[in-house]
């Protein structure tokens, strides 16, 4: 089993930085990917960016690039995510899964956080 827990979100202004972790723990997470996705008032739950942790392999949203970057820590077993020139449009809860793949689909990530709320003002 995977326990993940974020933190990191709050409230910033249009062209603001923010950046989120998720500490993972638990004996496999080495043999996880985490993921990144958020989920916007009456929108479905889309993949902002994925990290397998066996290699550091990545996948960013087109919505995302060059805008926010996942990296990892191994010695803390934390996954961040740094959120920069963010949008009112990047407003979300932002959630960190774990899952056997690298993939974008949350429905393959097994292990879910509580989520943090990011809120871009204008």
């Known amino acids: 089993q995977v326990q993940l827990v974020e933190s990191g979100g709050g409230v910033v202004q249009t062209g603001g930085s923010l950046r989120l972790s998720c500490a993972a723990s638990g004996r496999t997470v080495s043999r996880h990917s985490i993921g990144w996705f958020r989920q916007a008032p009456g929108k479905g739950r889309e993949s902002v960016a994925v990290?397998?942790?066996?290699?550091?392999?990545?996948y960013h949203a087109d919505s995302v690039k060059g805008r926010f970057a996942i990296s990892k820590d191994n010695a803390a077993t934390t996954v961040y995510l740094q959120m920069n020139n963010l949008k009112p449009e990047d407003t979300a809860i932002y959630y960190c899964?774990?899952?056997?793949?690298?993939?974008?689909?949350?429905?393959?990530?097994?292990?879910w956080g509580q989520g943090t709320q990011v809120t871009v003002s204008s």
């Open positions: 990290i397998r942790w066996s290699d550091g392999n990545t």
């Open positions: 899964a774990a899952g056997g793949y690298l993939s974008v689909i949350p429905s393959q990530f097994t292990y």
